[in-house]
Nanobody, 120 residues
Framework: QVQLVESGGGLVQAGGSLRLSCVAS????????LGWFRQAPGKDREFVAA????????RYADSVKGRFTISRDNAKNTVYLQMNGLKTEDTAVYYC?????????????WGQGTQVTVSS
């Protein structure tokens, strides 16, 4: 089974930094992508950052470019989101995900989420 567990969220002042971690297990099949989404109260879940399964490319939402960095430690089966220069607008529950391929079809798996609150 696939399981993703996020950690590292918390309360931080604007301009501060946090590093989110997502420990993955049960990744049996080909990985199409790894990444992070977030959801603020009353809003839809939105894309934040992604890393290709090959590890050769990254993609970021315009709102976080230059401030957030996604990375992966294969030895620890962990995906990270380094968040610098945090803004109050970054307040949300952050979810990690992995997209796998099985029988040439995509399957997405989500973590339980970790709360990030940025105060002014």
């Amino acid at each position: 089974q696939v399981q993703l567990v996020e950690s590292g969220g918390g309360l931080v002042q604007a301009g501060g930094s946090l590093r989110l971690s997502c420990v993955a297990s049960g990744l049996t099949f080909s990985i199409r992508a790894l990444g992070w989404f977030r959801q603020a109260p009353g809003k839809d879940r939105e894309f934040v950052a992604a890393l290709s399964g090959s590890g050769l490319s990254t993609r970021y939402a315009d709102s976080v470019k230059g401030r957030f960095t996604i990375s992966r430690d294969n030895a620890k089966n962990t995906v990270y989101l380094q968040m610098n220069g945090l803004k109050t607008e970054d307040t949300a529950v952050y979810y990690c995900y992995v997209e796998l391929s099985w029988l040439n079809k995509p399957y997405a798996y989500w973590g339980q989420g970790t709360q990030v609150t940025v105060s002014s």
